[in-house]
Structures are given as structure tokens and as C-alpha cells.
């Protein structure tokens, strides 16, 4: 915890979570965990009669404790199902899953075969032994191998797919299939043991798609009692080894988060029981606090990823939305953090919906409704704010009614969508101090500037070594971008070189990165100290200028000025630099994929893009042009060029950009 000195109940805490929980769950948990028989299970809910007597009990007690219950399946719905997705969309992706073929990282469409081996990365071939796994076998980096994609295969995200179909068609061919594949499943994968059981977000995310299933097929005529009472045994499983395992440490992130929300889910599922009031209660607590942990007051995730950010706003979302419907709300001032990442969302989406690829992105989510969604598109967030929190600023940028809205909300949650009017005012630049974020736009530019600490205040995780670093959107597309993630463990070199500084739009120097990596996920130090010189808006031009300590081992300190003329554009980087002694500074500038650069004199090139040419102008170094790559979704790769301005000098110095319409 740089900076701060460590306490005995955070020692205490954190000796608890990752040693004496997990030890007790094999000493004590485990061994009974894999037994439990009818009798214990109906005691657990103090019920006396058969299982059949209690499966009716079960399901009339569960019907309003998740989003929708089968008695949703009103034409009415249905029609706002297809109008969210075209009717033979969906029944193809169903059809993908009964024919066992799955999609995932990059992979493209794979035929898994039958049975399904769910302990093997399809994509190169790796199997994990089904047994308790060590940290250095998970990740194996010694192979080329992705312990994600088992993990993504076992989300079980294919339930939403066969549940869609199941409820427009009635089609028990459906229902037999979910059943098939969770029977399968809990056959090869024994609790505890393998991949599958690594971690507890895997676990927690994979309890949330099983009860999104158990309310798409409890009425099915299909699946036998003795199914349904083995498919509870095993998700009591799940919520016990979630609490045994709770991934917590010195700085939380998105898999504590992922671990309050399945528990939460489980213990409104068996919110009968002494046990899933416990979960449902612990899950609520501690996600309220850890909002306003992880959360900047401004709305920002402090794991700097926008791709985190939407994973960890739908985390709190559905948990906001599914204790409203347990009458058991966030408290006002947890919703008021919430609505604010909303707002973030709002002012980082650009105007063709698509994100910029700040930090990691692993397309990592908690339900994915369709298959082939584009996992750069976060406006379906925005249209599930826009029903929570009455907001018709959020339903324009929004578009249309997402299918996220329809599940959490059902009808009335369209009802309220259509009855939401008014002219929102136009967007305006923005600044996210506590988040380290600032964001200039006209109707058709949109820059998007990283002017924060390197993520989890300081130690890392899914931030990058971007500070100051900045994408540009512009006239319909993207022109200058971040280069992406690409890989975490597959291919080890590319994840350093997809998080390095030369990878983003940044300065340099002396060869050295921006913090030194400690590991694929941390740095050992976070020296930047990013502060905010000026910050200034205006219907003509934005000015940002900023500072960062990060070389001052290197007696260097930065300052970059970001000027943003608007009519006509005009985007003016400057850098200086300060300090003493000779130093060699290097400035990248990198260009979506499809922008061509052509040399025009020593200092300018010609940007062209298929709708538009730029000219980039650089002052104070050597410009060259290099052969770079970028990573538009995880598990995917493209070539894009990249302009390096270079110069070798004694500091104080300055170099700049300046980019314009050719």
C-alpha cells in the first residue's frame, strides 16, 4: 500500500480471506461438500416431505427473488424481445449451443464436440488436470495457453441464448440441452478441483447464469425433479466455496466485486434459509462499501479501464436492481455513486457508441445476452441508467431499449423507457478530476485523455503505463487509438508490450518505462503523481495542462499541454520537459488500423484515412514512422502505423504535435 502504512486489522483481514478460509474449506468444507443428500438439503430449508413436495415449494417461494420468472412469457414481452433482437438471431445462436459450438477471446465460432471437455483452451490445445490447481499452473506461462477461455466456456453464458429460444418457440429440445450441459458440467468438474474452480469470480459468475437458467427452465416439462434438486445441491456448493475464497487483498477489484455479487444472487435464490440470508445480507454490505472504494466520487472505476468500468457497473447495477426488487434497496447515497458511473459512461461513449480502449479489455462481462455482441459498444449501459435513474439525457445517447433493460425491467421497464421525453442539451467537455480523466468533444470530435495514477491507486492491476496518454475520435471513426490488450498470459511478451508507454500516446524516456513492471498485473511503483495545472472550457477551445513525476528518478519532470481548437479543429500536444543533463525523449503517436502515413518533409505527414486526410506537424525531434500493432478486442491482432518523434538533447526541452485538417 505505497504510502500508506498497513494496519493490523487489514493484516489481520487479509490473513483471514487467503489463508484460514481457504484452509478450513479443505480441511473441513470439502470433504462433506460433494455429499450432500436430500434429507441435509431439506432441512437446510426446515421443509418435511419429498423432494417433489418441496421443488413446488421451492419454485412458488422463488417467483419474484430474481429479474423475470416464467410468468413473464407474455406476447407482449416476447415482442419486445425480438424488436431487441431479430427472432432468427436468436434461434441461430441457440442452435450454435445444441450443436456445441462456442465463440469467445477471437476464437471464432468452435465445434467443442460432445461430451464437452471443459477443462481445455480449444484455441491452442492446453488441458488443466481436475485437481487443485497451483498458481503457477493456472496461468502457465510457460505455454502458449488462456486458462480464460475454459473460464468464459463455464460462465455459462450459452443459458441466455438457449433461454430466449426456449421461451419464443416452447421448443423442450432447449430445455433437455441446458440440462445436458449442466449435468455434464458438474460430472467433470468436481467441487474444488480444476480449472473451473480456480478462482472464485469464475465460480460467482457462473452461479449468477445457473439462476438466470433455473428461471428461464423451472417449468419445463423436461427436466426431472432429481435434476433440479442436484442443480440446487450444487449451487449451494458454489455459494459456500465463494465465501471461503473471497479474493480480497490490499487493494479490491472486480473479482471481490464479481464474489459479492454471486453471493448475493445465491442468497436471494435460498432467501428462505438461515444461509442465503446470511449471503444475501454480506453480499449487500459489502458491495455498498466497496462502491465507494473502487468507485471515484465522480463515477470513475479506480482500476482505469473502460472495459472495467462497464464489467464493474453492470456488477452494482444488477445487485442495485435485484435489492430493489427484494425491497431492500442501496442506500441514496450508493445510488447517487452509481448514477455517477452512468454519467461517466455517458461522456466517455462517443457518438457512434463505441468506447475508447482505455486500459485492459478482456470482454469480460456478467451475462452475456447475445453472442455476438460488440463488446466496444457500451450504450446498452446506458439505456439500463436511463430506466434506474429517469434520465432521458442517458436514453439519447442510449439510441434504442436494450435487451439488458428488458430482463432487468421486463415491460413496465419499457414502459418507463418510452414515457422518458425531452431534448437533452448537447454533451460538453468534461473533466473527471478525481477519476483522472478529462474528455473535449464538439458534435464531432470527441479526445479522450488519461490524466490519472496508473490504476488501483498505484499498484496497477488492469491500468496501463498511459499517463497523458489520449485517443482521438473524429468525423464518424477513430484516428488516433490506444493499441488495445491483446493477450494476459497466452502470449506473455505482447501483454507487456500492449501495456508498455510505447504503446500508448505518450512521451518517454531515456528507453525506460513510465513505472516498472512487477508482474503481467502490477508495477512496482507508481512515482507519477499526476497533477492538474489548468483545466479550461469554452465554446472555442479546451485547454488541459497537466504534470507527472514519473522520471523524476531521471531529474525529469513532465508537463504536456493538450489545446483543443474546435472551429476548425486544431489539436496542439505540447511537452516540455524539464530537468538536467542529456536525455533521450521519444513521443508516439499511433493511428487507428486503415489510416495510411506518408512522409511529406522531415517534420510532417499526411494522415489519410478513407473519409478524411490529417496533417501532423512535429516540432523539437526526429520523426519516423513505425510498424506497430493494435488490438481491437482481446485474443485479436491488426497492424496500424505509428509516428515516433525522437530527439536526443539537453533538458529543459521541448517537443510538440499539432494535428489539423490537410
Not at 493484516?11 to 450432500?36: A, C, D, G, K, M
Not at 473524429?474 to 488495445?484: K, Q
Not at 485479436?636 to 521541448?654: A, D, I, R, Y
Amino acid at each position: 500500500m505505497p504510502g500508506k502504512r498497513r494496519t493490523l486489522k487489514q493484516y489481520l483481514l487479509v490473513f483471514n480471506h487467503r489463508i484460514v478460509r481457504p484452509w478450513l474449506w479443505r480441511t473441513f468444507i470439502e470433504q462433506r461438500s460433494s455429499s450432500i443428500t436430500d434429507e441435509e438439503l431439506l432441512r437446510l430449508f426446515n421443509f418435511r416431505g419429498t423432494t417433489e413436495a418441496f421443488l413446488q415449494y421451492f419454485h412458488s417461494s422463488t417467483r419474484f427473488n430474481f429479474f423475470f420468472h416464467p410468468r413473464n412469457q407474455k406476447d407482449f414481452f416476447l415482442q419486445l424481445l425480438t424488436s431487441t433482437q431479430p427472432y432468427e438471431d436468436i434461434l441461430a445462436e441457440a442452435e450454435n449451443v445444441l450443436n456445441n459450438k462456442f465463440a469467445t477471446l477471437g476464437s471464432g465460432l468452435v465445434d467443442l464436440g460432445w461430451p464437452i471437455n471443459w477443462h481445455r483452451d480449444f484455441k491452442s490445445g492446453r488441458e488443466w488436470s481436475v485437481k487443485r490447481l497451483s498458481t503457477t499452473e493456472i496461468l502457465d506461462l510457460e505455454h502458449s495457453s488462456d486458462i480464460k477461455v475454459p473460464w468464459e466456456l463455464s460462465r455459462f453464458h450459452q443459458v441466455w441464448w438457449l433461454g430466449k429460444a426456449y421461451w419464443l418457440t416452447r421448443n423442450e429440445q432447449y430445455a433437455q440441452k441446458f440440462g445436458a450441459l449442466v449435468e455434464d458440467w458438474i460430472q467433470h468438474n468436481p467441487i474444488g478441483q480444476g480449472p473451473n474452480w480456480a478462482n472464485a469470480m469464475e465460480v460467482a459468475i457462473r452461479s449468477c447464469n445457473w439462476i438466470a437458467g433455473y428461471y428461464f427452465f423451472c417449468e419445463s416439462s423436461s427436466l426431472t425433479p432429481k435434476f433440479w434438486i442436484e442443480f440446487l445441491k450444487n449451487l449451494i456448493h458454489h455459494g459456500r466455496f465463494i465465501e471461503h475464497h473471497f479474493e480480497i487483498g490490499w487493494r479490491n477489484g472486480n473479482h471481490y466485486l464479481s464474489n459479492l455479487v454471486g453471493l448475493l444472487f445465491l442468497g436471494a435464490l435460498f432467501h428462505s434459509t438461515l444461509l442465503g440470508k446470511r449471503w444475501l445480507r454480506f453480499g449487500k454490505e459489502q458491495l455498498e462499501r466497496e462502491l465507494f472504494k473502487q468507485v471515484t466520487a465522480d463515477g470513475v472505476d479506480y482500476e482505469k479501464s473502460t472495459s472495467y468500468h462497464r464489467l464493474v457497473l453492470e456488477l452494482f447495477t444488477n445487485a442495485a436492481v435485484l435489492c430493489q426488487k427484494l425491497r431492500d434497496p442501496f442506500s441514496d447515497q450508493s445510488m447517487r455513486r452509481l448514477e455517477r458511473m452512468f454519467e461517466f459512461t455517458l461522456h466517455y461513449t462517443r457518438p457512434d457508441g463505441s468506447a475508447p480502449l482505455w486500459g485492459d479489455a478482456d470482454n469480460g462481462r456478467l451475462f452475456r445476452f447475445m453472442m455476438n455482441d460488440d463488446v466496444n459498444n457500451h450504450r446498452h449501459m446506458l439505456s439500463v441508467g436511463s430506466v434506474l435513474f429517469t434520465r432521458h439525457d442517458f436514453k439519447a445517447l442510449a439510441g434504442s431499449f436494450a435487451q439488458d433493460c428488458l430482463w432487468l425491467f421486463g415491460g413496465e421497464g419499457f414502459e418507463r423507457y418510452q414515457l422518458l421525453r425531452g431534448e437533452p442539451e448537447p454533451l460538453r467537455s468534461k473533466g473527471f478530476a478525481d477519476g483522472g480523466v478529462f474528455i473535449m468533444r464538439t458534435d464531432n470530435s470527441h479526445l479522450f485523455i488519461d490524466a490519472g495514477d496508473l490504476g488501483m491507486n498505484g499498484i496497477g492491476g488492469h491500468g496501463h503505463n498511459d499517463t497523458f496518454s489520449f485517443e482521438l475520435w473524429i468525423d464518424g471513426s477513430s484516428f488516433i487509438v490506444d493499441s488495445g490488450t491483446y493477450s494476459y498470459t497466452f502470449d506473455p511478451a505482447a501483454r507487456q508490450e500492449f501495456r508498455s508507454t510505447r504503446a500508448h500516446n505518450a512521451v518517454m524516456i531515456d528507453g525506460e518505462e513510465l513505472a516498472e513492471f512487477a508482474n503481467l498485473w502490477r508495477v512496482k511503483e507508481d512515482r507519477t503523481a499526476p497533477r492538474v495545472l489548468d483545466w479550461t472550457i469554452s465554446e472555442q477551445k479546451d485547454r488541459l495542462e497537466v504534470e507527472h513525476s514519473g522520471y523524476a528518478h531521471r531529474s525529469v519532470l513532465h508537463q504536456r499541454l493538450f489545446e483543443f481548437e474546435k472551429h476548425p479543429f486544431r489539436l496542439t500536444i505540447t511537452d516540455t520537459l524539464s530537468g538536467a543533463g542529456e536525455h533521450l525523449a521519444e513521443s508516439f503517436l499511433h493511428f487507428a488500423p486503415g489510416v495510411v502515413v506518408e512522409r511529406r518533409n522531415s517534420h510532417t505527414v499526411l494522415a489519410q484515412r478513407s473519409d478524411r486526410l490529417f496533417l501532423v506537424t512535429a516540432h523539437g525531434g526526429e520523426l519516423s514512422i513505425l510498424s506497430t500493432r493494435f488490438s481491437r478486442s482481446y485474443g485479436l491482432m491488426e497492424p496500424k502505423q505509428t509516428l515516433c518523434l525522437k530527439t536526443t538533447t539537453g533538458f529543459p526541452t521541448t517537443i510538440k504535435f499539432e494535428i489539423t485538417y490537410a
